[in-house]
């Protein structure tokens, strides 16, 4: 069962330390999608799989919505400096670097909740 405070917390996490991570390019956005996905998977607790999986999510759920977004945004420029078929151009080139980047986040996401939900073993065993 999905706990999803610990996906909230997460996906919070991810978009505040990209946020944040932005002014520093390599560090910042691997670095959120390791710290969310570490929070998610240490609210989740209970095992290897269960943190890896709640991590998953929080990552996967950031993508998703900036994707969405930053698309929207992409294809609303495109249609200014282009018309129709920049509009289109730009969304669906900004929608294919979108999944490129919910695999970023969905993996390392993923990875660190694991580390996250032994960590919790570790802490409370």
């Known amino acids: 069962m999905t706990d999803w405070r610990a996906v909230g917390v997460g996906f919070v996490v991810i ?7 932005l002014s520093l390019p390599l560090v910042g ?10 929070a998610a998977g240490y609210l989740a607790g209970g095992g290897l799989g269960r943190g890896a999986w709640h991590g ?3 990552g996967s759920l950031t993508g998703v919505v900036l994707t969405l977004a930053l698309a929207g945004l992409g294809g609303l420029a495109g ?5 129709p078929l920049g509009g289109a151009l730009g969304g669906l080139g900004v929608l294919l670097a979108g999944v490129v980047l919910t695999l ?3 993996v390392d996401s993923a990875v660190a909740g694991a580390v996250g939900s032994l960590t919790k073993g570790w802490v409370n065993g």
């Open 104 to 106: 970023l986040f969905a």
């Open 15 to 21: 978009l505040v330390v990209g946020a944040v991570g």
């Open 79 to 83: 249609v200014f400096a282009g018309g």
């Open 29 to 38: 956005q691997i670095g959120a999608g390791l710290i969310g996905g570490f």
């Open 56 to 58: 998953l999510v929080a």
